[in-house]
């Protein structure tokens, strides 16, 4: 249980964890999330795997939505909600997009666009 500290990037643990979270630069820092209990999870589907190392593995999953099994029926089930935190769209909104064949092959092209505020990839 966590309850809001003096600022908005603080807050105040009711019991101190079991483990020292690691921060220092020589390895991935520790990740902590918050939310409310039920929305801790979501039924998701796994749409590809790489590997990262020797150790670790990068998984790519999108939420799996009931509503997409029966939208042909005019069907809409209430919409899932995976998180009660505040959300930033990190998804980009790209601009000027330009797309140009490839110089004597014609089954290629080359895209590009201008870069886009807020985005983590592309």
Same mark, same amino acid.
């Not at 939208?71 to 601009?95: D, F, H, N, Y």
């Given at each position: 249980?966590?309850?809001?500290?003096?600022?908005? #990037?603080?807050?105040?643990?009711?019991?101190?964890? #079991?483990?020292?979270?690691?921060? =220092?630069?020589?390895?991935?820092?520790?990740?902590?999330?918050?939310?409310?209990?039920?929305?801790w *999870?979501?039924?998701?589907?796994?749409?590809?795997?790489?590997?990262?190392?020797?150790?670790?593995? $990068?998984?790519e =999953?999108?939420? $799996? #939505?009931?509503?997409v099994?029966?939208? $042909?029926?005019? %069907?809409? !089930?209430? !919409?899932?909600?995976?998180?009660? %935190?505040?959300? *930033?769209?990190?998804?980009? &909104?790209?601009g000027d997009? &330009?797309?140009?064949?490839?110089?004597?092959?014609?089954?290629?092209?080359?895209?590009?666009?201008?870069? =886009? !505020?807020?985005? #983590?990839i592309?």
């Amino acid at each position: 249980m966590v309850t809001p500290g003096p600022r908005p #990037d603080i807050v105040v643990l009711a019991v101190t964890p #079991d483990i020292t979270p690691f921060t =220092a630069g020589t390895a991935e820092r520790t990740h902590v999330v918050f939310g409310q209990i039920p929305t801790w *999870r979501t039924l998701a589907k796994v749409i590809g795997t790489r590997p990262r190392g020797l150790y670790q593995i $990068e998984i790519e =999953a999108v939420t $799996e #939505d009931p509503a997409v099994h029966t939208s $042909e029926l005019g %069907l809409s !089930p209430a !919409p899932i909600i995976t998180s009660s %935190l505040p959300r *930033r769209v990190t998804q980009p &909104v790209v601009g000027d997009p &330009v797309a140009r064949t490839v110089p004597g092959d014609t089954s290629r092209v080359l895209l590009s666009w201008g870069p =886009a !505020p807020n985005a #983590d990839i592309y």
